[in-house]
């Protein structure tokens, strides 16, 4: 059998290309300071988990992410930002303040994610076990319904959270029509 390493490359910079969208987007959703581009920031990151579930062969994942995170919550939230009154009465907290909690946190996690790495880097990994499934929506079904069912109910009740928290966030900007 004839290996091809170019084919190789090319996987890894897709897989880079996915992981650099996640990352960007959760960056972004956690570190801005106005709220629509932080839904942004949520939707990018999910549309590079999606890129990863696909790149891991597993398209009813990334589908579903696709669906439920960016289409159903992301919209959801940016319909209750825009359904919200404007805040005119703006304070806003000073920087200098959180700029040190802000360090201890940059720092705890870089302290974390080097320590996930190097543990990862040094652990020998075994192979992936043969295919449960054939990854097909029935099989997947199945396994929803049967081994994965409080993951399933976990899942629905984060979307009702969300749900519920985009219909909190735009009450008050209703009331007043």
């Given at each position: 059998m004839i290996k091809f390493p170019a084919a190789a490359a090319v996987l890894s910079g897709i897989f880079l290309v996915f992981l650099a969208t996640t990352v960007a987007g959760a960056l972004l959703a956690a570190l801005s300071t106005r709220v629509i581009r932080s839904v942004c920031g949520l939707a990018l990151c999910c549309l590079g988990l999606a890129g990863l579930y696909y790149f891991l062969h597993s398209p009813f994942l990334a589908l579903m992410e696709l669906l439920i995170y960016v289409g159903a919550v992301c919209v959801t939230i940016v319909f209750a930002i825009m359904l919200a009154e404007p805040d005119e009465s703006r304070t806003a907290a000073p920087r200098a303040a959180t700029a040190g909690w802000s360090a201890a946190a940059l720092f705890a996690s870089g302290g974390v994610f080097w320590g996930l790495?190097?543990?990862?880097?040094?652990?020998?990994?075994?192979?992936?076990?043969?295919?449960?499934?054939?990854?097909?929506?029935?099989?997947?079904?199945?396994?929803?319904?049967?081994?994965?069912?409080?993951?399933?109910?976990?899942?629905?009740?984060?979307?009702l959270v969300a749900i519920l928290g985009a219909l909190v966030i735009a009450r008050p900007g209703r009331s007043q029509l």
């Open positions: 790495a190097r543990l990862a880097g040094q652990v020998a990994w075994a192979p992936p076990p043969a295919r449960l499934n054939d990854g097909s929506v029935p099989a997947v079904g199945r396994a929803l319904l049967t081994t994965h069912s409080l993951t399933f109910e976990l899942i629905s009740v984060v979307l």
